[in-house]
């Protein structure tokens, strides 16, 4: 069965720094998505992508986020001059979106630790 | 703004007894609904989803009825197994005709621990 991946699984960066998260949905997908999840809370929406741009967003997605998707199969998470509490599970999911109602299908995360 | 809230874990259970985990939620029309699990070490996979009232999803021995008169969409199996020890989430997105996007809204998770 097809499946998103995310790379890396882990990825720890300075504060300050700026650390690229990558996934690439499934194949013929046509929605993109990112979450996280801080430890011990609830899994938060970040953005949503279709058709090459930014389709929803929350207000967390603020101006030290951006997303890319700079080819056919890779969807990049940005994240600028990373904070302490930027440390968290960061998913990303895609859906087919031909037919209504189609689920959201996930990675397996990636795991950033900011020190 | 939509909301999900679940009963608080974590769940402990012996092998072969009954499952209910308890979801409810604050929406706008009739948003789909989802169940998704996490297990150790792995990200969320859906398990069951529901898109329109009464009705029923099932995957793997779970069930999960749409109840739009009590806004529920408790996650119900009748013999769990210790394969079953993860994080179960319910989620949903909001209803279509609404034009609230496609995202999905998550309850904070519950851990089931289920021991032979």
Redesign the interface.
């Known amino acids: 069965e097809p499946e998103?991946t995310?790379t890396p699984s882990h990825q720890v960066t300075q504060m300050g720094q700026e650390v690229i998260l990558r996934c690439v949905p499934i194949s013929n997908h046509l929605?993109f998505?990112w979450?996280r999840q801080i430890l011990g809370?609830?899994?938060?929406?970040l953005v949503?992508f279709y058709n090459n741009e930014i389709?929803?967003k929350?207000e967390i997605f603020d101006d030290q986020f951006s997303v890319e998707r700079p080819d056919g199969s890779n969807f990049t998470l940005k994240i600028r001059s990373t904070k302490l509490e930027d440390s968290a599970m960061y998913?990303c999911?895609s859906?087919d979106g031909t037919v209504?109602?189609q689920?959201?299908?996930?990675?397996?995360?990636t795991r950033l630790s900011i020190l | 703004g939509d909301s999900v809230t679940q009963m608080e874990g974590p769940v402990t259970l012996s092998e072969e007894a009954f499952l209910t985990i308890n979801c409810t939620y604050t929406a706008t029309g009739y948003p789909s609904l989802f169940w998704y699990v996490q297990y150790p070490g792995e990200g969320l996979q859906l398990l069951l989803k529901a898109t329109k009232a009464d009705d029923k999803g099932s995957n793997k021995g779970f069930e999960a009825t749409y109840r739009k008169e009590t806004t529920s969409f408790h996650l119900e199996k009748g013999s769990v197994q210790v394969s079953d020890s993860a994080v179960y989430f319910c989620a949903l997105t909001p209803d279509i005709l609404t034009g609230g996007g496609n995202k999905l809204t998550f309850g904070t998770g519950t851990q089931l621990k289920v021991e032979l």
């Open positions: 998103v995310q929605y998505y979450y809370q609830k899994v938060e929406f949503s389709s929803e929350s998913f999911a859906r209504s109602n689920p959201q299908h996930f990675g397996d995360g």
